[in-house]
């Protein structure tokens, strides 16, 4: 997805609130401020917005001196995702359709993106944890489920800390041998990386790997040639999170995203209300016939 | 008041919707964005919000060629003002408090402000107008009354066409021959000129002068000798809306504000919530001796 005008003075206020969020030194602040403006005013828009994201924290990263500014809050949002797994995985264990109920924790658990608000408090998270068993959710779990079934080899790409233990919920529910799960290569807002995925208890569970890349996405050119290996040869890929949809909604598939929509411009993109419980396969997936094991039918929530 | 750096993302988008409201070309868009991002880049948050808006609102008339972008809505809040004050103006006429129903009608049309959102339509100003009349509204009316009397001259302001309507309701239970009107050198977003106070019935019945700045505020730097005369030698300054509160907030008085909070920065600076109706008289006022004729406690709605 190419970054739209409105992402703009989005991506402004979001790095101010950002670099707030990391220290109180208000010369800091006006650097990162006056940055990114100048960023902004020479970026090549046909870039997804992850890379102009991928710049800021970079630079809000050298500027502070701080090689990962949102540890102490990954950990917290770790801590908090675990001890909900403590209780949704019964539930997920005892359903009637547990593939269903994984599915719209998984979704759920996107609410814990730092990048588009840089504090979420616990009770929000609850809420909006709790909140996503009930609303309505259109996707076309068993098109999913057939898909997951018929793949050999199953590349899932993280978004968040705390959203990662949600997603060993789903991943619970899916053959684990086929199961590759990949993290950000370094420190970015609150993506997962390696140490994200072992408080979530995925190391060992499944293979994990890393994307070799610093970006809140995943942008393939700047990934490592080990990590595009693997995304060419899996089967089935499932995408989490906003980053990803706005970095691979043009690649091929076969793709699933499973995100929550958290702002107007990738709503419309995905011709759904804000705050929609998303699960949709690649649009650029309907036309590649890679072993087409499964109808390709187009799914998602809220359409 | 200064910049803060919260003005500056919503500088931007504030800049997008105006350039939107006024041209389709998104080849205009992207030059404006791009513009306002390499302005901002580099401005001196020492300067009050309006010197910003006034360069960028210069630069869409110098790219779209357009001499006045907001002409024909300017026209269409006029109108839809004179329809309202035919209703209203009698209202005032037979209120056992008239001069507080006119000071709320005068703060209420502060509302019709395309520089916030650059579209308004007709039904949001009316509940608004109504809504007006029933919110509290904790300003020092007999305070303002007093100063009125006492003063021999009284300059009074004006914001936006349409409101100005609105402000004739209020100047006609002033001592119209104490009053100048005073409106902008020439058009900037729909800021009133002499064109709206002629379609508001205002010259004629006062004495009508331009302050020769395209600022969307009062920047005495950039005003004309003529007008720095008038407002020097004033007893009494009358100032409407948002961008006369950022440009004169610390200028002395004895100055009065009538304005809605739009936005959460000037409702911090003003420590109300935003959406307030603010009868305010200037903080540098009360430190000022010039002849001072009545009490100068501070006053202000939703205080």
Known sequence: MKTYFDCIPCFVRQSLDAIR?????EEVHENILREVLKMASEMDLRQSPPAMAQRIHRRIRELTGIRDPYLARKNQLNRTALDLYEVFHERVARSDSPV?????????????DLGVK???????????????????????????????????????????AGEIVFDRMLIEQMPLQKITVAVKGGPVINDATRHDAEMAGL????????????????ILDDCSPDFLDRFTRADLIIAKGQGNYETLSESPGPLYFLL????????????CPVGTMVLKRSRAS?????????????????E
Chains 1, 2 share one sequence.
């Open 21 to 25: 969020s990391i220290t109180a030194d």
């Open 100 to 112: 269903e109920l994984a599915l719209r924790l998984a979704i759920a658990g996107n609410i814990m």
């Open 118 to 160: 840089s504090n979420i408090d616990e009770s929000h998270i609850k809420k909006s944890i709790l909140n996503c068993l009930n609303v309505p959710f259109d996707g076309q779990v068993e098109d999913f489920q057939r898909e997951v079934d018929a793949a050999e080899s199953i590349l899932y790409l993280t978004d968040n």
């Open 203 to 218: 190391v060992g569970l499944v293979e994990v790997i890393d994307n070799g890349s610093d970006a809140p996405g995943t």
């Open 260 to 271: 929550q929509t958290k702002c107007p411009v990738i709503a419309r993109d995905l011709k």
């Open 286 to 302: 309907q036309s590649v016939n890679k072993e087409p094991k499964t109808a390709t039918s187009q799914t998602g929530a809220g």
